[in-house]
């Protein structure tokens, strides 16, 4: 098991700069997930630790050492591709011996390796199969199979779930976190998934624009978002957004946003921001509380039962609104509903998009 | 089955057979002749068969033409040809796919100029290169000409089939402790033998029936391949029809073995590299 540093590094593909500077520290045994849309750079972080892209500049030391100039196979590191990558010709057992057979290792070792990690896995009927004969959970298995066979540094996942369907996605996501919880090591994890950022990290680092935006505990990213990327992105159905002006304490009332229709939503005094200045207030779906004496009125479009809860689409100020309550009673909304913000759920952002107080 | 559909598929299968008759008719004509008596060659008019059947000619060309060496000079430089071109296409194909280095536009460029000349424009520099060599009228220059001819409409064969492999599955090779050639060697050469038999067969077939420059490198008979043996039974005064039928009969069963073998990868690799090249 190892620690990962990544110090200042970038990656310019010729001109075209697609990371810009990436700082983070990945302690041992901790699982970090990689999160953001496509394009931000999370998977060519990924495959820059796992040597299959060149640093363009910067460090990155895995226990200490830096490995910028190693090739992939002298970090040892296991990779988990989204495609699983398993070999066509070879036989599970196979595919997942190869690693030790490259580098040698005696027979009865390959094979007990191989034999405990299938176990693990619950591949044991399956090791004589060749991958074209396994449905897709099972290669992903194989491919996980693969990668715990030998006892590597770090694991790295790029996006490993996003070829299964839902059910299948939620039980193996169930499944890396008891291996995990196992085995203790190391493990990057790539995905835009932020469902599966939530419930596997010990810590996220939401990217964007080849820039991170912000590294924190899963609890941490949704309670207190550092900018409006990560308060849009983190959270489903995502945060509500409203601008506004920034309304100094004083003369009896306290702080408040003034909205465009001249509503002023109180919310805590915060430092830093001027008056009058432009502010993009945020409140998640679930924190909105429907009130007959609400102050805001928003128009209904659509109502979405999932089953678990109910998502309100409604117009506020002509913006698209939404709710989420696990109340019934909104099923029979009418054509408008009065709305509150409780004042410790709200956000507030600067005309920079960084969070303010 | 409505006789619209019926018709339809009349058609299909009749085009299909005229199509097969036309093109296996030369064949047919060439066993024909083969097995025909030279009394009977003019004398029976234009018939389908002969009234009579005889496997002299055969004889006459196995034992007591220089046949034999023919085959055995073509069998050699074919089979070299094919080995050596599947080889080097299989190295610069897979570079082609993978790689991305300075020159590459232009080494493709070239090489597809290379595929545009008619080769009768190269008989006489080719020549002159190979003559001070001393590779004239030797196996081993012909083995190098076709080699080089072959080489750049293989590469592209090859490439396609390269393209058509995920390139994660090298990167998983490299993470599990390869290099790039052991990766090269061990996961992807397996998955492109469909494209290897493909080549193989495409640069075998193509250098066993080469006519034009065996007979302007080649002069004598110890390195004459079975195309420039074919014709030395054309003679000043006449043309040994029913030798010169055989022997073509007998140069095609190599052809025809080797592609029985390759076939089942062939067919695979042929509709393989066409869709995902």
Known sequence: MASIDI??????????????????????????????????????????????????????????????????????????????????????????????????????????????????????????????????????????????????????FDEPLSNLDARLREQMRAEIKKLHADLKATSIYVTHDQIEAMTLADRIVAMHGGVVQQVGSPLELYDTPANLFVAGFIGSPGMNFLEGRYVVPGEGKGAGIRLSDGTVVPVASRTGIGPDATVTLGIRPEHVVISDTGMLEASVDLVEPTGFGIILHLSLHGLPFKIFTLDREALSAGPTVRVDFPQKYLHVFDDKGDRVG | MRPGKLLLIGAHRGAILVYVVFALFPLFWLLKVSVTPNDLLYSEGVRMWPSRTTFEHFNFVIAHSAFPTFFKNSLIVSGATAVVVTILASLSGYALSRFSFRAKYWIVALMLITQMFPLVMLVAPIFKMLSPLGLTNSLTGLVIVYSAFNVPFATFLMQSFFDGIPKDLEEAAMIDGATQFVAFRQIILPLTLPGIAATLGFVFTAAWSELLFALMLISGNDAATFPVGLLTFVSKFSVDFGQMMAAGVLALIPACLFFLLIQRYLVQGLTAGAVKG
């Open chain 1, 7 to 156: 110090e200042s590094v970038r990656k310019s593909y010729g001109p075209f700069p697609v990371l810009h500077g990436v700082d983070l520290t990945i302690r041992d045994g901790e699982f970090i997930v990689l999160v953001g849309p496509s394009g931000c750079g999370k998977s060519t972080l990924l495959r820059m630790i796992a040597g299959l892209e060149e640093v363009t500049s910067g460090d990155i030391r895995i226990s200490g050492n830096r490995v910028n100039d190693l090739a992939p196979k002298d970090r040892d590191i296991a990779m988990v591709f989204q495609s699983y990558a398993l070999y066509p010709h070879m036989s599970v057992a196979d595919n997942m011996s190869y690693s030790l057979r490259l580098r040698k290792t005696a027979k009865e070792k390959i094979a007990s390796a191989v034999g405990g990690a299938a176990a693990k896995l619950g591949l044991e009927p399956l090791l004589e199969r060749r991958p074209k004969a396994l449905s897709g959970g099972q290669r992903q298995r194989v491919a996980m199979g693969r990668a715990i066979v030998r006892k590597p540094k770090a694991f790295l």
